[in-house]
């Protein structure tokens, strides 16, 4: 069973990461990231 839940970490992980890309290519994210960057501008934000 561990080597199973290891493939499907692996295997999801590589899923999450090619939907990401994907996302970023086609301009989805584009207005999350412009949002964030006006609140870092207007000092809306803190430190993690």
Request: net charge negative; hydrophobic share 50%.
């Amino acid at each position: 069973m561990s080597e199973f839940r290891a493939w499907f970490l692996e295997f999801d992980a590589e899923a999450w990461d090619r939907q990401f890309e994907q996302d970023v290519a086609a301009g989805r994210l584009d207005a999350l990231a412009d949002e964030a960057l006006a609140d870092l501008r207007a000092g809306r934000t803190r430190p993690l």
